[in-house]
């Protein structure tokens, strides 16, 4: 029962964005349908609300999104991103390398709206090869390839320090590579195969004035996750402090910055992102999020496919956190006696990020939709095959592992 009605909540977003209308008007219908459907009473419902409009949580979303967008307007102020696409063609002379690598090492930056930066990239590069609903699935797919394997992310240190000494970060760097090969060689299987290699570009400087180049219109990016990773800093400090050396380096005037503290408001995508957030808030506050377990753990199936239908079911409800402090113990107390429990961990971890790659209430996908001008469902469904190929994958990865005795 649970199950249907929690399908019933995630119909109602897919009616609404049918009906043509905005993200944020499927949130708000989809969040009234969950109080009353779950019959939240209001006391929980106007908790549930507050929780989420207000926690800091939310507010950090909305100051990163805002801060990257900012530095974003500086850098096409300065042409860094059409300089970065001209220095790539130089190097590789290659659209499918432009396509998934550039997204790929952009998305080692742990913000959601880093999507926008790789959105005119990706356009750039495949041009009218793919349609909009696959250029926006390409986009959004290889920008958060680095979120699943790097201890950057939140999710990932949280899951890694849960083991409790089982798995270390060393290893699960060490046992990912091979999954995170996969990943990029599944988009361009699938996608990039039918974008054409070469650029049209014939170089008429040597490469090393190209590495140049790029390094001048990407260090502000580079800078950021670099005090990211090894400052310890908060995803919106280091922005605002690569904003600052920026205006000095590049030479902006007071002129050109105070339009930015407008433009960089996109009013849409802040609202949108805010509403997801309560709704996320809501899930949780209906409790169908701790019921999963017990509902797939009926089922005559092998347990680590009831742990995989829990954490990928799970996730697309209630996103990567909730589903790895929930359930991420549960599943290491559960390993085989006489193995490290990283094959389940791999395994699982993998099954987390294929299934944001679905979820309607992962921030970064309706940014992507709505950047594109297309619906969730039509992008979804194009990422639908990625992840499930991925998926498969990963089962027998992890059958090779757990035959090795990990």
Request: proline share 4%.
């Amino acid at each position: 029962m649970e199950i249907i009605k929690l399908a019933v909540v995630f119909a109602i977003i897919i009616a609404v964005m049918w009906m043509k209308k905005p993200m944020w008007a499927a949130v708000v219908a989809a969040s009234v349908g969950a109080v009353i459907l779950y019959g939240l009473s209001p006391e929980r419902t106007a908790g549930a609300v507050w929780t989420g409009a207000t926690s800091w949580a939310t507010l950090e979303t909305l100051l990163v999104f805002y801060s990257i967008t900012f530095l974003q307007r500086m850098m096409e102020k300065r042409k860094n991103l059409s300089n970065a696409q001209t220095a790539l063609n130089g190097i590789f002379n290659n659209n499918r390398v432009n396509a998934s690598i550039v997204p790929f090492l952009l998305g080692m930056l742990p913000a959601a709206s880093t999507v926008l930066i790789c959105g005119p990239i990706v356009r750039a590069s495949v041009k009218d090869s793919l349609n909009t609903e696959e250029k926006a699935c390409v986009t959004s797919y290889y920008r958060h390839i680095s979120e699943s394997f790097l201890p950057t992310y939140t999710s990932i240190f949280i899951a890694i320090t849960i083991t409790g000494g089982r798995v270390n970060a060393a290893q699960f760097l060490a046992a990912m590579a091979p999954m995170v090969i996969s990943l990029m060689g599944i988009g361009w299987l699938v996608y990039l195969r039918k974008v054409p290699k070469d650029t049209g570009m014939v170089p008429d400087h040597p490469k090393s004035y190209y590495w140049k180049l790029l390094a001048q219109s990407v260090w502000a990016i580079g800078l950021t996750i670099l005090l990211i990773l090894f400052a310890g800093l908060p995803v919106w400090g280091a922005v605002w402090i690569c904003i600052a050396i920026n205006v000095f380096v590049n030479h902006f005037t007071a002129g050109e910055l105070i339009p930015f503290l407008r433009t960089a408001f996109e009013g849409r995508l802040l609202l949108s992102t805010w509403l997801i957030m309560i709704f996320k808030e809501i899930l949780t506050e209906t409790g169908v999020i701790s019921a999963l377990p017990q509902m797939f753990a009926a089922l005559a199936i092998p347990e680590f496919l009831i742990f995989t239908l829990i954490f990928l079911f799970g996730t697309i409800v209630a996103g990567t956190q909730a589903m790895i402090v929930l359930c991420m113990p549960m599943a290491m107390e559960a390993v085989a006696p006489g193995h490290t429990g990283l094959a389940l961990f791999v395994l699982l971890m993998c099954v987390t990020y294929a299934a944001m790659q679905l979820s309607p209430t992962h921030i970064c996908l309706i940014m992507c939709a709505e950047d594109y001008k297309v619906s969730l469902g039509a992008m979804i469904k194009k990422t639908v095959p990625l992840v499930g190929i991925f998926i498969a994958v990963a089962i027998v990865y992890y059958g090779l592992l757990s035959l090795a005795g990990f």
